[in-house]
């Protein structure tokens, strides 16, 4: 087990130094940058800009430069909100965490129990309506479910706030601050869970099938225990030990999936930022969410193997 | 004569599969006394396993018991409702499995698989259930219970687990032990172990065993009294002495003539020639008629039912029948 | 346990009863399935309709209408006109070629891609598979969009012409998503190679590419073509998203994606929906009618789940 860990962590240090590097490699072959397309500078003063962000060194050494950087926290200048990009996702990150986390919530409970409850009734016209309805929830385009919802539930019901985290000019506290962005957030929160419910469904549903028919089911039910102690002791345990390592991809996954979401509906997040600064090149920012991004997914693909690898005692003990 | 513990009456499984119905089990009847032991014999695919399943009634969904009736101490199993059903299993009937590598939940350890019966059953507390888990795997031959129970499946060998499956089986003190092939996943060493193991189970506890096998070695071991199964149907049936000396049905005796003798060296070994039928379209008459040295006229127009032949023996063949040729 | 072993070699001396091939059998089982035939249908009506389709029309693709602007649907202009006065349902046919031509280039180039990289990777194992799956993880950890995203930037920077974007689009596609297929590909081959078939071409010594071509990737086909299905849908997605952002497919050249660019017009989006719900429906359509083809063909690859 101690061995697997170090093994494991070591290949994660590995991979986000590639991935660091791949991200950064990306933006350096980039011909344009927040300089290039200025076109009031002068190309002296554009030169000396270039200079003073230390653009107009090799790429290793910009790399090895940048690296020692964000080690350190450090990860550049906002051209464009002229602030720290670290402070810069600091400010926006959460406001995209809160709606991840409850999508993350909703999107477990809801797969766990429709999937489960189709396996064991397969082919039943319960089972029939959510595989519809999963396949329906796959292949939404994000943008497209978004839009519909407004126009539905914000245009033609006007019963939801169009778009943005408050009203604009609001000025409430407390209680009612919190009411308000709880309903602007109604509409975030449903999407992402949508996007992301349907493929969860489906894993713990073929999960759930595989179980049942193993032998040591009908060994419990040989046993005589109760039916609901056979499906919700005996198969869930199995069926749900390896999700474990689906949790890892799973914040990573609703933050980028909320990218265009937030664009969407306004939202303060840090995805609107990312869309923000393609459209106007502002790189570190568009390159440290990035990181951000991957960092997740590597470190919580570690954390997760880890994690499965102590719970599952076919795996604890090797 | 000891007291009709099991009786089975026209029992009839049949599956629904994407090519048809198939017959697994076919009008069999037989029965099991206290304290007997039964084996049911015949090759892979014969419906023997689905005969014991049909008893529990575990039988896969896509499965089905369509008639007959299976008389257990005087109730009829098919008429109980499922709860009853559910408080008979593991309680008056033990059932022992082929595969013990699969058939233990891999993520919870032998201590809390083996007490959810007792509990279930005889409603001990979780410390005294413990305590009894511990009793059987000692009971068993297994030294060291105290760190057995903490153990998870795979940290044991097959045949361990199979001991386990069996302390499992007797945990509530059934009356009737079903093992299905409880040896073939096995090295052979450890075989005569679990047979050693279940024939003293039997003289202790009085406990009635069904054994389904394919080995004869093991129904020679075993068994009091012999059935016979070919393609869903039961062929031949009698005690274990009577059946090995005298096989009547020229399946039985094919089967019988198979097997290898120690000391008698054969240039070629006897075989049963042809395949097994497909269950999904069955022909009218015998269905070992296309495999029969014996094979006449009728054998491929009617079945022939069970008759007696001798004392207690009972074969389904027109060779035995008066008047039939 | 003899008895059994005779018996069974005494089977097998006889004619066994031969059963359809794999192909026969999977399309028949397919053809049970209802929603995955009606996939089918679907798929194969929308491609006649975006292919075939606009020989029909009586619309020229991009002649702009300025007495027909922003017309709601009619019985001259069945989708209605957008804001040029073009018809939106001549637009939605054309745009249909770009979007299905993308996503079925863009899995064939993962596909080519990935089964080979995996395959090689499996097959020799060693330091080419170590670079090559660390690849592999390092691509997969970044996750899709933002990588697609930064992707899309470049192409804009380095000012590719419309026309040919939609080809770098494809190509930046195959790159998201050939690391998931090398793995895949990479398993199966793995597990294949410890079967006793292969040590049979080991024992006959065939060349590494006799074994690669003919007798292992030909063993990873059932599901790869599960995967491949579903990849188009996902390519699909992604193709319309990066449209609909302004980094895919650029005007004048029309896709489902950035035909719902209208949408991002606040007026057009409450008062003509006409403009956007009919490529949002289209690649709605097109995405769960692939998707439920794709499931069915596992079903009927891969029949232990079901009955």
């Given at each position: ?46 030169q000396e800009l270039k200079s003073l962000y230390g653009l107009d060194q090799p790429i ?259 | ?256 003539q198979a097997k290898p003798v120690i000391g008698e060296r054969k240039e070629r070994l ?56 | ?268 989006f409450r008062k003509r929906p006409w403009l956007w719900i009919p490529p949002g429906t ?26």
């Amino acid at each position: 087990m101690k061995q697997y860990v170090l093994q494991r962590f070591l290949q994660m240090i590995v991979i986000l130094f590639g991935t660091s590097f791949i991200i950064f490699f990306l933006f350096a072959i980039l011909p344009g940058d927040f300089i290039d397309s200025n076109i009031s500078l002068t190309p002296q003063r554009a030169q000396e800009l270039k200079s003073l962000y230390g653009l107009d060194q090799p790429i290793l050494h910009r790399y090895l430069n940048w690296l020692g950087n964000a080690l350190h926290g450090d990860f550049g200048y906002s051209l464009k909100h002229q602030e720290k990009v670290l402070s810069l996702l600091n400010k926006y990150v959460w406001n995209s965490f809160f709606v991840a986390i409850f999508a993350l919530i909703l999107t477990w409970s809801i797969a766990l129990l429709t999937g489960v409850l189709s396996a064991i009734k397969q082919y039943s016209w319960f089972d029939g309506a959510v595989t519809f309805l999963v396949f329906a929830a796959m292949s939404f385009p994000s943008f497209f479910i978004s839009l519909l919802f407004i126009k539905w539930f914000g245009v033609d019901l006007q019963i939801l706030p169009i778009g943005g985290m408050i009203e604009t000019g609001s000025e409430n506290t407390g209680v009612s601050y919190l009411l308000e962005v709880g309903k602007h957030m109604i509409l975030p929160v449903t999407i992402l869970t949508l996007l992301s419910v349907g493929s969860l469904t489906r894993y713990f549903r073929t999960g759930m099938l595989e179980v049942i028919r193993l032998d040591y089911i009908r060994t419990a039910r040989a046993k005589g225990l109760k039916e609901r102690v056979v499906i919700f002791k005996h198969a869930l345990k199995n069926a749900i030990l390896p999700a474990i390592t689906l949790l890892a991809f799973e914040l990573p996954g609703l933050f980028s999936g909320a990218i265009i979401m937030e664009q969407i509906f306004n939202w303060p997040g840090v995805g609107r930022i990312q869309l923000e600064s393609v459209s106007f090149r502002d790189y570190p920012v568009l390159m440290a969410f990035t990181m951000f991004l991957s960092c997740l997914t590597i470190i919580g693909n570690f954390l997760a193997d880890v994690t499965y690898a102590a719970v599952d005692p076919r795996i604890r003990l090797r | 004569m000891s007291e009709m513990l099991l009786e089975v009456n026209h029992l009839v499984t049949n599956f629904h599969t994407e090519n048809g119905i198939v017959q697994a089990v076919n009008d069999v009847s037989f029965s099991i006394r206290e304290g007997e032991t039964v084996c049911i014999v015949g090759e892979s695919g014969c419906g023997k396993s689905i005969t014991a399943l049909s008893l529990m009634q575990l039988i896969p969904e896509n499965g089905k018991v369509e008639s007959g009736e299976i008389l257990f101490a005087g109730n009829n199993l098919l008429q109980l409702t499922k709860k009853d059903i559910r408080r008979l299993r593991g309680n008056e009937i033990g059932m022992i499995f082929q595969e013990p590598m699969t058939s233990l939940n891999p993520v919870f350890t032998i201590g809390e698989q083996m007490i959810e019966p007792i509990m279930e059953h005889l409603f001990l507390s979780k410390k005294d259930a413990y305590k009894k888990a511990k009793e059987l795997i000692t009971m068993l031959g297994m030294p060291n219970a105290e760190k057995i129970i903490q153990l998870y499946p795979h940290e044991l060998s097959g045949g361990m687990l199979q001991r386990i499956m069996i302390a499992i089986a007797l945990s509530c003190n059934p009356k009737l032990i079903i093992a299905d092939e409880p040896t073939t996943a096995l090295d052979v060493t450890i075989q005569a172990q679990i047979l050693d193991l279940l024939r003293d189970i039997k003289k202790e506890f009085k406990t009635s065993i069904l054994l389904i096998t394919h080995d004869l070695g093991v129904v020679a071991e075993m068994a009091d009294y012999v059935v016979v199964m070919y393609a869903g149907k039961l062929v031949e049936e009698g005690p274990v002495l009577e059946l090995f000396a005298d096989p009547k049905h020229p399946y039985t005796k094919g089967l019988l003539q198979a097997k290898p003798v120690i000391g008698e060296r054969k240039e070629r070994l006897y075989t049963i020639a042809g395949q097994v039928p497909n269950l999904t379209d069955l022909k009218d008459g015998c269905y070992f008629a296309d495999r029969c040295e014996h094979v006449q006229g009728i054998c491929r127009k009617k079945q022939p039912d069970l008759t007696d032949v001798g004392q207690h023996q009972k074969t389904a063949c027109w060779l035995y029948k008066e008047g039939a040729r | 346990m003899e008895t059994q072993s005779l018996l069974v070699k005494q089977q097998n001396s006889k004619t066994i009863v031969k059963s359809p091939s794999l192909w026969k059998q999977t399309y028949l089982r397919l053809k049970k399935n209802k929603m995955a035939m009606v996939s089918l249908f679907f798929l194969m009506f929308m491609f006649l309709l975006s292919f075939i389709g606009p020989y029909f029309s009586p619309y020229i693709l991009d002649r702009t209408d300025v007495a027909n602007m922003n017309q709601p649907p009619s019985a001259s202009h069945w989708l209605g006109t957008d804001n040029y006065g073009r018809d939106i349902l001549t637009r939605l046919m054309m745009a249909g070629q770009i979007s299905l031509t993308i996503g079925i280039a863009a899995m064939f180039l993962s596909i080519l891609i990935g089964s080979l990289l995996g395959a090689i990777s499996g097959f020799y194992r060693g330091i080419v598979d170590l670079v090559i799956m660390r690849l592999a993880d390092i691509l997969m950890s970044i996750p899709g969009l933002p990588l697609l995203l930064m992707m899309g930037a470049i192409l804009s920077e380095w000012k590719v012409p419309a026309e040919y974007r939609l080809y770098l689009i494809m190509i930046m596609l195959s790159f998201v998503g050939w690391p998931g297929l090398a793995r895949l590909v990479r398993g199966q081959i793995l597990s294949l190679k410890e079967q006793p078939f292969m040590q049979a071409t080991e024992v006959l010594g065939l060349s590494d590419r006799r074994k690669i071509f003919h007798h292992l990737i030909p063993n990873t086909v059932p599901i790869l073509l599960v995967v491949a299905t579903l990849n188009v849908a996902g390519s699909i997605l992604s193709e319309s998203a990066l449209s609909y952002l302004g980094l895919g497919v650029v005007p004048p050249t029309p896709s489902w994606g950035n035909m719902m660019d209208a949408a991002n017009n606040f007026m057009d989006f409450r008062k003509r929906p006409w403009l956007w719900i009919p490529p949002g429906t289209a690649i709605f359509l097109t995405v769960v009618s692939i998707n439920l083809l794709g499931d069915g063909l596992r079903d009927a690859l891969d029949p232990k789940l079901r009955r």
